[in-house]
């Protein structure tokens, strides 16, 4: 069942169209990748999915309803969640606090045994639950993040960039976190420039250059692809 369906979109930033006619969807319990190099306009797509940017053509539906227009945490709160680029965590506040204000759509009841699962899928989160945000590593932001996200009880999760900075082994924690993720039923959009940990997770990929989708297959068939390996596997 398509869970997210991206229709004809086309997304302008002043007169530059960063976003030119993608179409694309992501099926119930897959890992779903877009791949690009920078500036290719990935980010741009999940903000404009995010509710966040608009679209002047097309339509995006979610789990049957279409999207497009509706504020952008009446999205959060129908199971559509954000990891940003660049984690986006609140420095000041500490990382229960973090966690918590990613459930502000949920009712009250829901905050306590939020936390529980987030701190049992991170325990590390657990133990620095009373820390400040800002005094953690790149990779505990990225796990705070995610946690973050998942506090919202979502459907589907689509994450920007997640291992942007941060050392390989750490990043191949945080894609070890996605396919945990994934198993437990959450479906993934992933963006992402590290293309190949990506097409090593993803079941369905997608290669967008300049704003325009040029390529779809499996995760293993991009793996394979000459182009493929030549412009982003080198």
Request: aromatic letters at 4%; charged letters at 20%; glycine letters at 10%.
């Amino acid at each position: 069942m398509s869970m997210l369906h991206v229709e004809n979109i086309n997304v302008y930033y002043g007169a530059i169209h960063a976003v030119k006619d993608i179409s694309f969807h992501v099926d119930e319990g897959e890992v779903v990748t877009l791949i690009g190099a920078n500036g290719a306009g990935k980010s741009t797509i999940l903000k404009t999915i995010s509710g966040l940017l608009h679209s002047h053509t097309g339509s995006i539906t979610f789990l049957d309803q279409k999207i497009a227009g509706v504020p952008a945490h009446k999205i959060v709160s129908r199971g559509l969640a954000q990891v940003p680029e660049g984690r986006q965590v609140f420095l000041q506040m500490t990382v229960e606090e973090n966690l918590e204000m990613g459930a502000y759509t949920r009712p009250g009841s829901e905050v306590a045994p939020g936390l529980e699962t987030v701190y049992e899928q991170f325990p590390r989160l657990k133990e620095r639950c009373k820390q400040v945000a800002g005094t953690l590593s790149g990779g505990e932001q990225q796990m705070l993040a995610v946690g973050r996200a998942l506090m919202s009880r979502p459907k589907i999760i689509m994450m920007d960039e997640p291992s942007l900075g941060l050392a390989p082994i750490v990043v191949k924690g945080i894609f070890d976190i996605i396919k945990e993720i994934n198993r437990q039923g959450v479906t993934i959009l992933l963006i992402e420039q590290n293309a190949n940990m990506a097409l090593h997770t993803a079941d369905t990929a997608y290669v967008l250059e300049t704003g325009r989708l040029t390529m779809k297959g499996t995760g293993r068939e991009l793996l394979s692809n000459e182009a493929v390996k030549k412009a982003y596997l080198g």
